[in-house]
Protein backbone atom coordinates (compact mmCIF):
# COMPACT_ATOMS: atom_id res chain seq x y z
CA UNK A 1 0.00 0.00 0.00
CA UNK A 2 2.76 2.18 0.47
CA UNK A 3 4.11 2.29 -3.16
CA UNK A 4 0.41 3.12 -3.88
CA UNK A 5 -0.22 6.09 -2.04
CA UNK A 6 3.34 7.64 -2.50
CA UNK A 7 2.56 9.05 -6.19
CA UNK A 8 3.47 12.78 -5.32
CA UNK A 9 0.54 15.03 -6.27
CA UNK A 10 -1.83 12.12 -6.29
CA UNK A 11 -1.32 11.33 -2.42
CA UNK A 12 -4.36 12.55 -1.51
CA UNK A 13 -6.84 11.03 -3.87
CA UNK A 14 -5.15 7.85 -4.27
CA UNK A 15 -5.65 7.96 -0.20
CA UNK A 16 -9.01 8.06 -0.44
CA UNK A 17 -9.78 5.57 -3.38
CA UNK A 18 -10.70 2.37 -2.12
CA UNK A 19 -8.90 -0.56 -2.61
CA UNK A 20 -10.02 -4.20 -3.31
CA UNK A 21 -7.79 -7.53 -3.18
CA UNK A 22 -9.63 -10.18 -4.51
CA UNK A 23 -7.91 -13.60 -3.80
CA UNK A 24 -10.23 -15.86 -5.82
CA UNK A 25 -7.94 -17.01 -8.56
CA UNK A 26 -10.57 -17.98 -11.52
CA UNK A 27 -12.15 -14.30 -10.82
CA UNK A 28 -11.64 -13.26 -14.40
CA UNK A 29 -13.75 -16.39 -15.58
CA UNK A 30 -16.50 -15.77 -13.07
CA UNK A 31 -16.91 -11.96 -14.42
CA UNK A 32 -16.98 -13.10 -17.97
CA UNK A 33 -19.26 -15.78 -17.14
CA UNK A 34 -21.50 -13.16 -15.57
CA UNK A 35 -21.23 -10.25 -18.55
CA UNK A 36 -22.58 -12.96 -20.73
CA UNK A 37 -25.45 -13.73 -19.30
CA UNK A 38 -26.21 -10.16 -19.00
CA UNK A 39 -26.11 -9.66 -22.62
CA UNK A 40 -28.04 -12.57 -23.18
Known amino acids: MK ?4 KGRMSKLLYNMPVNVILKADMALTGAAYYALEIL
Open 3 to 6: TFLH
